[in-house]
């Protein structure tokens, strides 16, 4: 199951899961890149995107205006769905409307390997980016150990490049696989302090003592995370 969730309030980016996306709404270009590869959901709290949903055939379900991350929100879209303890559950970000049906492939297969290993409470991937690309607080940064564990995310950049020729930087793409079990398990969890300091959901597991498994990816996508970031749109693929 891919459940995709959709707040419609942002406050860098107002209702942007309804932005144009070369002719179709945000949200609903994201469903479609990924529904050949799964049954999709959308996890939203609006009634404007449960109906435009429904304009487009794709299943939606309205879950409240609480939640505190995405996470939480696709917990409660699975509870009503009422999916069993070892369902697959990926998490597609709503502003992900180029994702390739082959990175969502590669988080499923980790996650499918790793379902019976209680320690990993998600499993997630990354690619590769370059030094001037990951200044960007936007773009996530992730550190892994030498088995593609992770052992930090950040917006800062890390690792540090004391020497000025680190160029091989792992950005980490908005995108989880999980059982239904572990789901369950990370949304028990209470919030963490680096989680509200970094704004980043995945920051809980960690500090809980949780372990999330990554996977190198190539991909060509992008979140859209600002206004300016639906020029590269069109850039990308008018030009």
Not at 27 to 38: G, H, K, M, N, S
Not at 53 to 72: C, K, L, N, P, W
Not at 88 to 116: C, G, H, M, W
Request: charged share 25%; with cysteine; proline share 5%.
């Amino acid at each position: 199951m891919i459940i995709i969730p959709a707040r419609i309030g942002s406050s860098r980016f107002p209702s942007k899961v309804l932005a144009d996306i070369l002719g179709v709404p945000m949200v609903i270009r994201t469903a479609q890149a990924v529904a050949p590869l799964d049954a999709v959901t959308i996890a939203t709290d609006s009634v404007e995107v449960l109906e435009l949903a429904e304009e487009y055939g794709i299943r939606a379900v309205m879950t409240s205006t609480e939640h505190q991350s995405g996470t939480d929100r696709i917990f409660e879209a699975a509870t009503i769905l009422e999916l069993p303890d070892d369902e697959i559950i990926i998490n597609v970000q709503a502003d992900e409307p180029f994702i390739e049906e082959e990175v969502v492939e590669k988080v499923y297969q980790l996650t499918r390997q790793n379902a019976s290993d209680p320690s990993i409470l998600a499993c997630s991937a990354y690619k590769i980016v370059s030094n001037p690309e990951a200044d960007d607080p936007n773009l996530v940064k992730v550190v892994t150990d030498d088995h593609d564990i992770a052992l930090y995310f950040s917006r800062a950049k890390i690792p540090y490049p004391r020497d000025h020729h680190f160029d091989t930087y792992k950005g980490h793409l908005g995108l989880y696989g999980y059982t239904m079990a572990s789901l369950k398990t990370f949304c028990e969890l209470e919030p963490a302090k680096l989680e509200e300091v970094e704004k980043l959901e995945q920051l809980r597991i960690l500090a809980h003592g949780y372990r999330v498994a990554m996977v190198k990816v190539e991909t060509e996508s992008f979140g859209i995370d600002m206004p300016e970031d639906l020029q590269k749109v069109m850039k990308k693929h008018l030009l």
